[in-house]
């Protein structure tokens, strides 16, 4: 019964965007790849639609997300000046682009202070982190900004929740129990989701990006960079034009592992940029981050 009621809410929701859709003035492209993400939306939404009848309340993920950033701050070493001028600037680019989020949760965006962890992840509730290691692979801010917001669309599009859904259920954890759900381990969050998932967030994570002001283009020239770096040190197919140490490469290497395939994922930014019509926006903003000490002490510097 609780599925065909989904299954109808899931149906209704389609046949409203669709009347609206139908209803706009600005002229789409329509390509055969728009067809198939669509299609591909709605079959995924279906087959997810029972897990919203048992998620966590906003406020429930929100508390439960906090308890977890609790324990991450715990085992976090204290940041160094120049470490604080980083995460200030993760805060800058991350409050930019989480205002496009859908869901009006308390972004907060943490680094990590690890030049070896080649990643970024999300709690439920709002937390991003960011290892330092994937930063400095970056060259411009809208390369960031995609990062950003690909990890606040695993937030916003509920697959964060929905991991909780499943671990409870794997672990015999009490769905509703705030305090059985920190049993979760930390690693869990730091993993990979389903190929559609990420598929989505990188899909989404671009779009809020480019309504926060950034260009599509970071994410191509990201994923661009993950390609050579995949040959140089995962592959080893050539010889490295840039040195990192043997914890980054395996970090890169798990990276790619919970990710799905570079060429999908640019194939498919490529894709969001045509049918958008975002090609114009090519000029990307330089990586720069602006902080300056007193007394050993992180100062902001005035604009």
């Known amino acids: 019964m609780k599925r065909a009621i989904a299954f109808l809410i899931v149906l209704l929701v389609g046949l409203a965007a669709l009347y609206f859709g139908e209803r706009r003035h600005e002229s789409t492209r329509v390509s055969a790849n728009a067809v198939l993400e669509v299609a591909a939306d709605v079959q995924r939404d279906l087959t997810r639609a029972p897990m919203r009848l048992t998620r966590l309340s906003d406020d429930q993920e929100i508390k439960l997300g906090n308890e977890l950033a609790e324990r991450y701050s715990d085992e976090a070493p204290n940041l160094t000046p120049e470490e604080q001028g980083l995460e200030a600037y993760l805060r800058k680019v991350g409050a930019s682009v989480s205002?496009?989020?859908?869901?009006?949760?308390?972004?907060?965006?943490?680094?990590?202070?690890?030049?070896?962890?080649?990643?970024?992840?999300?709690?439920?509730?709002?937390?991003?982190?960011?290892?330092?290691?994937?930063?400095?692979?970056?060259?411009?801010?809208?390369?960031?900004?995609?990062?950003?917001?690909?990890?606040?669309?695993?937030?916003?599009?509920?697959?964060?929740?929905?991991?909780?859904?499943?671990?409870?259920?794997?672990?015999?954890?009490?769905?509703?129990?705030?305090?059985?759900?920190?049993q979760i381990p930390l690693e869990v969050w730091?993993?990979?989701?389903?190929?559609?998932?990420?598929?989505?967030?990188?899909?989404?994570?671009?779009r809020i990006a480019v309504l926060g002001g950034y260009s599509p283009y970071g994410a191509v020239s990201l994923f661009e960079e993950f390609e050579k770096l995949n040959a140089e040190y995962v592959i080893r197919a050539k010889s490295p034009e840039q040195e990192l140490s043997e914890l980054a490469i395996q970090s890169l290497a798990g990276y790619f592992r919970s990710h799905p395939a570079t060429s999908d994922r640019l194939s498919q930014a490529k894709s969001l940029i045509a049918q958008e019509q975002w090609q114009d926006r090519r000029t990307q903003k330089r990586f720069r981050v602006e902080y300056e000490t007193r007394n050993g002490e992180f100062v902001k510097q005035e604009r």
């Open 99 to 182: 205002f496009q989020a859908h869901r009006r949760l308390p972004y907060s965006f943490h680094l990590l202070p690890n030049r070896s962890m080649i990643n970024a992840f999300s709690l439920p509730g709002g937390h991003v982190y960011v290892g330092e290691g994937i930063l400095d692979l970056m060259s411009s801010e809208d390369q960031l900004a995609f990062i950003l917001g690909h990890e606040i669309e695993h937030i916003d599009h509920y697959h964060c929740a929905e991991r909780v859904q499943v671990e409870a259920r794997l672990r015999d954890l009490k769905l509703g129990i705030i305090g059985a759900l920190v």
């Open 190 to 206: 730091e993993a990979g989701y389903s190929k559609d998932e990420e598929l989505e967030a990188d899909r989404e994570g671009m």
